[in-house]
């Protein structure tokens, strides 16, 4: 799912350039014969502007490479607490995180999480035992970075490469934690650019990490 996703909005992306490609060049030839050159050039330029745009809003997309949970027991049942999303962007780009949100929907109740900060590297830390976990607390989300070469998320809240991978992480509230069979709507909302959704399934707890179906 994740790579037909990937693969057809590239696709777009080829697809509109060309197509604005041609409005550009058509423009100018039939500004040459029948406009003057400082109109084509002030056309040319709006339609620059409307290509860059358009590329920006198409590419400011986060991929989902992995989604896991952790159940633990309360009070005699095994719940799901803490969600790790292995993201990255789909090209290199800035991308600021700062201001991205994320709406959980479980059919029930929708809540947004926002970002207040907190990012650290994985290291030889085991990521659902990160000490940056204690930093949440079911109003908020956090990263833990795997691979970003210039510390960019930690130090400016920007994820800027695509080979960038970055845990996404946050605990759900009392009142969404997740058991067996559970489902929740996640969507990540960033400032510009295409929302990512996902369908979060929860399978039996045989395992106390587990991979969402």
């Known amino acids: 799912m994740n790579n037909w996703g990937s693969s057809g909005i590239a696709a ?6 060309i197509i604005l490609v041609a409005i550009i060049a058509t423009s100018v030839i039939t500004g040459t014969t029948t406009d003057s050159s400082s109109d084509s050039s002030n ?16 590419c400011t997309y986060l991929q989902i490479k992995d989604q896991k949970g952790k159940y633990s027991k309360e009070d005699g049942s095994f719940m799901i ?21 994320i709406q959980l929907n479980n059919k029930e109740a929708v809540k947004i999480l926002n970002y207040e900060g907190n990012a650290s590297k994985l290291s030889t830390s085991s ?15 956090a990263f833990i970075t795997v691979t970003d070469m210039d510390n960019s998320l930690e130090d400016f809240s920007i994820i800027n490469a695509n080979s960038d991978n970055c845990y996404l992480i946050f605990k759900l509230p009392i009142n969404m934690r997740m058991e067996k ?3 929740m709507i996640l969507t990540l909302f960033p400032s510009t650019g295409i929302s990512r959704t996902t369908i979060l399934k929860a399978p039996m707890p045989m395992n106390s990490v587990i991979t969402f179906e």
Not at 43 to 58: A, C, G, H, S
Not at 127 to 141: A, M, P, Q, R, V
């Open 81 to 101: 607490q803490k969600i790790a999303l292995l993201i990255s962007p789909l090209v290199s780009q800035d991308i600021d995180v700062s201001q991205l949100t």
């Open 181 to 183: 069979y559970d489902e």
């Open 43 to 58: 056309l040319e330029d709006n339609v620059n502007q409307i290509v860059d745009e358009t590329l920006d809003e198409i």
């Open 127 to 141: 990521l659902f035992e990160h000490s940056i976990w204690d930093k949440l607390d079911g109003e908020n989300y």
């Open 12 to 17: 777009m992306i080829v697809l509109i350039s």
